[in-house]
Nanobody, 114 residues
Framework: QVRLVESGGGLVQPGGSLTLSCAAS????????MAWYRQAPGKERELVATITPGGRTNYADSVKGRFTISRDSAKNMVYLLMNNLKPEDTAVYYC????????WGQGTQVTVSS
């Protein structure tokens, strides 16, 4: 079975930084694009960033210039470096295959607050 495990979330002050990690099994990262999503309470899940097998990236306008997605395909790992965090970044963050995702993991909570 495919498994996705997100980690690294927590509480951070506005303007702070946080790095999220995603570990996957049952997939072949060398041949699949990956993505980070987030979902705030009462809102739809939204796409945050994508990365191709070759390392090309794309970002939502709301995070462009602040977040960086990266991958280590040999380890089936994906990362999200988040800088200059804002309260509106507060959400549960998920990773998945893009665009045709697998079963969702539990996500990791990111809370940006003073």
């Amino acid at each position: 079975q495919v498994r996705l495990v997100e980690s690294g979330g927590g509480l951070v002050q506005p303007g702070g930084s946080l790095t999220l990690s995603c570990a996957a099994s049952g997939s072949m990262f060398r041949f699949q694009s990956m993505a980070w999503y987030r979902q705030a309470p009462g809102k739809e899940r939204e796409l945050v960033a994508t990365i191709t097998p070759g390392g090309r990236t794309n970002y939502a306008d709301s995070v462009k210039g602040r977040f960086t997605i990266s991958r280590d395909s040999a380890k089936n790992m994906v990362y999200l470096l988040m800088n200059n965090l804002k309260p509106e970044d507060t959400a549960v963050y998920y990773c998945n295959v893009h665009p045709d995702g697998l079963d969702w993991g539990q996500g990791t909570q990111v809370t940006v607050s003073s």
